[in-house]
């Protein structure tokens, strides 16, 4: 029977990003999906890079962000490098836009905000904004500019990977749905997958929405959806440069004179439908930040799951059992976290040492909550 260093549950970014900073750590690694890989939240999602927080529950995941983006150049020309294939990085920054009455108050509160957490915040006078985005709205009341942010093509990103994994002879299989981890004196010996057992020395379960349906999981990744409605717009009449973002939504550049713009919170379960009321608030926001989108055309529209998780953070580490890793959970980060979920489960798996504390986001967190509770 072969056996593997690590098997890798789940193919979107986080499993396939894994994957690959295993690969070139010289282990053997298989990974596994229900379906072809990347069509799941790593396929719907817009592709911003920021690490700012979008609600208070989000402050703990800003310094993991931070590490996060500061290596994102380098993950992604290995991707580039060893795929053939452009990701289309961006880090020409966002431009936060804020139209209310008290904008100039709420510009104070967010550059203050901002420079708290350490992150890089400065206001651009509205006539400075105009000519880094000739486009955006005269009724702008103030404007900041978040100079080290940036974006991908989150399609080609994934895409690029796996072709990285194909190059680097990684298996993977797709359509092999995983039923359960199979666990035998508190040591993950593999998993059963389409009615067959898979040994590994380690198992990472990076599963997103559907982490929580393995048996044996759910305790330390109670993941659900959250869904996520989109939208594509051509520009081709004119070029969008930098991430726009106000309170109801924002818009992404994408290469080729076309544009995503989002998006909704819905909890909806594992359905995926579009609906009229979701987009119509796509669209209004992002004709408020760019009144020109108006008479853009509508090139695609589609929605994703986010994996969400009780506390909103996501799930990466070790659990209290040998050989058995989290990094699933990511919610609106998933994306952002791609290259330093990968880099600390390599590093754990490699060294049991980590760069970057990730106590905060330990599955154990769930474990003990559940325990506690029966």
């Known amino acids: ?14 499993g396939g990003a894994v994957a690959f900073e295993l690969a070139r750590r010289n282990l053997n690694v298989l990974v596994l999906d229900r379906q072809p890989p990347g069509q799941e939240a790593s396929w719907a999602a817009a592709g911003m890079l920021s690490p700012a927080p979008d609600s208070p529950d989000a402050i703990p995941l800003v310094s993991l962000g931070r590490a996060s983006l500061e290596i994102y150049g380098e993950f992604t020309s290995a991707v580039e490098e060893a795929s053939g294939e452009k990701v289309g990085f961006r880090e020409l920054g966002t431009l936060e836009t804020l139209f209310r009455a008290e904008a100039d108050r709420e510009l104070s509160t967010l550059i203050a905000l901002h420079h708290g957490l350490g992150l890089v915040a400065e206001v651009l006078r509205t006539e400075e904004a105009f000519e880094l985005e000739p486009q955006l709205s005269r009724d702008v009341g103030a404007v900041a500019l978040l100079r080290r942010e940036g974006c991908v093509d ?5 895409r690029g990977i796996f072709r990285a994994l194909e190059a680097s002879d990684v298996e993977v ?6 039923e ?4 035998s004196a508190n040591r ?4 059963a997958a389409a009615g067959e057992r898979i040994e590994a020395g380690s198992v990472i379960i990076a599963a997103g929405s559907f982490a929580a349906s393995i048996e044996g999981v759910a305790r330390y990744a109670p993941t659900h ?16 440069s930098h991430v726009l973002r106000s309170e109801r939504g924002y818009i992404v550049p994408r290469e080729g004179g076309w544009c995503v ?4 919170l819905e909890n909806a379960g594992f ?3 579009i609906t009229p009321q979701g987009i119509g608030k796509i669209l209004a926001a992002a004709v408020e930040i760019i009144p020109a989108l108006a008479n853009s055309a509508i090139l695609e529209t589609w929605s994703g799951l986010r994996p969400d998780t009780p506390d909103h953070l996501p799930s990466i580490g070790p659990t209290d059992v040998e050989g058995l890793l989290i990094a699933t959970g990511h919610f609106r980060n998933g994306i952002l976290l791609a290259p330093i979920t990968a880099r600390l489960i390599a590093d754990w798996l490699t060294s049991r040492r980590t760069s970057v504390s990730w106590d905060a986001f330990s599955p154990m967190r769930f474990a003990h909550t559940a325990h506690a509770s029966s």
């Open 1 to 14: 029977m072969k056996t593997h260093d690590v098997i890798v549950i789940g193919g979107g970014i986080i």
């Open 225 to 240: 959806p959250v869904r996520g409605q989109m939208v594509a717009l051509r520009t081709d009449q004119f070029e969008i």
């Open 173 to 178: 299989r797709a359509g092999c749905a995983v």
């Open 271 to 273: 359905e995926k439908k």
């Open 188 to 191: 993950c010996l593999g998993v």
């Open 180 to 183: 359960r981890v199979l666990i």
């Open 154 to 158: 989150n399609r080609a990103l994934t």
């Open 261 to 264: 713009a989002g998006s909704t």
